[in-house]
């Protein structure tokens, strides 16, 4: 299924309002980053057509047009309540202070010949790249479970799933399945007996839907 869009901004010049419209509008990126209790989200797509400058909206043409709720009563996002060990990676559960999740699709699209508009975009593939910086030391488990399977290059690592929760109303959790770890690194103070930070990024075959 390809999403098609379209979005409406205005700017008030020297007494008048100018319109712009999006049309034809397709995701093509999302990436969503969540550090120390903050969200940020962006999306980046393609459109067909990004209309010039008018006085006139035409989406009011004939009657005032209706636009659909802000969703004022959705809780925010949060991941404070879920648990202290947000982020699962193959069964063995993490503290963490930071998590970022990116999926790209690449879009195959056709244009007529000497046109300058979009005839269609059709999804042609995805890729889903998620990162997380974890603490480690606190088991036995967490220890040794990221670190081996970088280091060893375990076989079963192209096989093993990931999760990351976060509560809304109700909780909700981020499910990647047959991630491969593709970046590691390790850091701690010397004589310390806090725990150490490790950042991992990972490849996904695929995530759910939220």
């Not at 081996?148 to 799933?161: F, G, R, V």
């Not at 499910?175 to 990972?202: P, W």
Request: glycine share 6%; with cysteine; net charge negative.
């Amino acid at each position: 299924m390809t999403i098609s869009l379209p979005f409406h901004w205005s700017e008030r010049i020297n007494g008048t309002t100018h319109h712009f419209n999006v049309l034809g509008w397709s995701p093509t990126n999302l990436n969503l980053t969540i550090e120390r209790g903050l969200w940020q989200c962006e999306m980046i797509g393609v459109c067909k057509e990004i209309t010039r400058m008018n006085t006139v909206d035409p989406f009011e043409t004939g009657g005032t047009p209706v636009y659909p709720a802000l969703g004022t009563d959705s809780a925010a996002l949060e991941h404070s309540s879920v648990s202290t060990t947000p982020f699962t990676y193959d069964g063995v559960n993490y503290a963490e202070r930071r998590f970022t999740m990116n999926i790209t699709r690449g879009m195959a699209i056709q244009a007529v010949n000497g046109s300058q508009q979009i005839i269609y975009t059709k999804p042609s593939s995805k890729e889903i790249n998620f990162s997380a910086d974890v603490f480690t030391g606190t088991n036995t488990a967490d220890v040794t479970e990221l670190a081996n399977d970088w280091y060893l290059k375990d076989a079963t690592a192209i096989a093993k799933d990931a999760s990351y929760k976060f509560t809304t109303a109700p909780a909700k959790t981020f499910t990647f399945t047959n991630c491969v770890l593709t970046s590691y690194e390790k850091s701690m103070a010397l004589g310390s007996t806090d725990a150490s930070i490790e950042s991992v990024a990972f490849n996904a075959e695929s995530t759910t839907d939220l």
